[in-house]
């Protein structure tokens, strides 16, 4: 079992910053990889960002492309993602997720271990 923890969400205005962080525990050695998720009040949930724990491969969804930076320190089993240039309509919970599947990429289904969530509210 593996337990995800977000940490780093809050209110900012346009334009400014923010640095989420996944902490995961547990049997971290069955997650291929950790990805992040976002829920828009009133949307689905869609896919941000994620990277393959073995090589570091990453995968960013066209709105935050450019914008966003997702990173890991194995040796913490944490990951990070940088936001950068946000936008009001980065406004969602932000949850990060694990994969035990490989090439799980943004595709949702395929990640089992979920966080909590945590809020980024941007304002105009």
């Known amino acids: 079992e593996v337990q995800l923890v977000e940490s780093g969400g809050g209110l900012v205005q346009a334009g400014g910053s923010l640095r989420l962080t996944c902490a995961a525990s547990?049997?971290?050695?069955?997650?291929?990889?950790i990805g992040w998720f976002r829920q828009a009040p009133g949307k689905e949930r869609e896919g941000v960002s994620c990277i393959d724990s073995s090589d570091g491969t990453t995968y960013y969804s066209h709105p935050v492309k450019g914008r966003f930076t997702i990173s890991s320190d194995n040796a913490k089993n944490t990951v990070y993602l940088q936001m950068n240039r946000l936008k009001p309509e980065d406004t969602a919970v932000y949850y990060c997720a694990g994969s035990d599947r490989l090439g799980s990429g943004l595709d949702q289904r395929k990640y089992d271990y979920w966080g909590q969530g945590t809020k980024v509210t941007v304002s105009s």
């Open positions: 547990g049997v971290t050695s069955d997650v291929y990889a």
